[in-house]
Nanobody, 119 residues
Framework: QVQLVESGGGLVQPGGSLRLSCAASGFYFSSYAMSWFRQAPGKARELVAAMTRASTNYADSVKGRFTISGDNAKNTVYLQMNSLKPEDTAVYYC??????????????WGQGTQVTVSS
């Protein structure tokens, strides 16, 4: 059974930091691209950061402030968020994605964790 369980969200003041965690199980973690998305009220879900074996990518809005990393031994991906701004307020979702050589696609989502940046 595939599971992605996010944790680490909460309320933080502007300029503060949070570290989100996403614990994965039920699939071969190191084969998948791992990503963090977020969705603010009334807005579409957007990609925040993504990580493969070869590279990491970030949305322009978070470059230099957020860092995605992974621990294959723990089947966990992290999102370190520094210098948080009110516009970072959203529900953050973990995603695991894989496209096989035959073109079959797999995509799994966590339940989301709320991040609120406010004074």
């Amino acid at each position: 059974q595939v599971q992605l369980v996010e944790s680490g969200g909460g309320l933080v003041q502007p300029g503060g930091s949070l570290r989100l965690s996403c614990a994965a199980s039920g699939f071969y973690f190191s084969s998948y691209a791992m990503s963090w998305f977020r969705q603010a009220p009334g807005k579409a879900r957007e990609l925040v950061a993504a990580m493969t074996r070869a590279s990491t990518n970030y949305a322009d809005s978070v470059k230099g402030r957020f860092t995605i990393s992974g621990d294959n031994a723990k089947n966990t991906v992290y999102l370190q968020m520094n210098s948080l701004k009110p516009e970072d307020t959203a529900v953050y979702y973990c995603n695991a994605g894989l496209r096989t050589a035959t073109g079959k696609e797999y995509s799994y989502w966590g339940q989301g964790t709320q991040v609120t940046v406010s004074s």
